[in-house]
């Protein structure tokens, strides 16, 4: 089992920033990738960001190209998500997954086995 902890959310204005944190524990030598999805009211959770846990590779939504930053710190156990640029359609509550099957940068929910309770993120406009 691998438990995930986020947190870092709240509310901001357009154009401000955020920097959300994910605390892995537990079994944490099983995970492949650790990403973030999000999912705004009304609509489907979607894909944000990913990042390999044991190398350098990341990959991120369109959307969120250019704006966000993907990190992790292994020897704490640490995911981050740096969010810049935000805008009003970034609202929504983010949650921290963890893939265990494989290297592969998954992007889809159901590639991750491991899901934290969420922290919801508001941009005002």
């Known amino acids: 089992q691998v438990q995930l902890v986020e947190s870092g959310g709240g509310l901001v204005q357009t154009g401000g920033s955020l920097r959300l944190s994910c605390a892995a524990s537990g079994r944490t030598f099983s995970i492949w990738n650790l990403g973030w999805f999000r999912q705004a009211p009304g609509k489907e959770r979607e894909f944000v960001a990913t990042?390999?846990?044991?190398?350098?590779?990341?990959t991120y939504a369109d959307s969120v190209k250019g704006r966000f930053t993907i990190s992790r710190d292994n020897t704490k156990n640490m995911v981050y998500l740096q969010m810049n640029s935000l805008r009003p359609e970034d609202t929504g509550v983010y949650y921290c997954?963890?893939?265990?099957?494989?290297?592969?940068?998954?992007?889809?929910?159901?590639?991750?086995?491991?899901w934290g309770q969420g922290t919801q993120v508001t941009v005002s406009s």
């Open positions: 990042t390999a846990w044991r190398g350098p590779s990341t």
């Open positions: 997954a963890a893939r265990t099957a494989g290297p592969r940068l998954a992007t889809r929910e159901y590639e991750y086995d491991y």
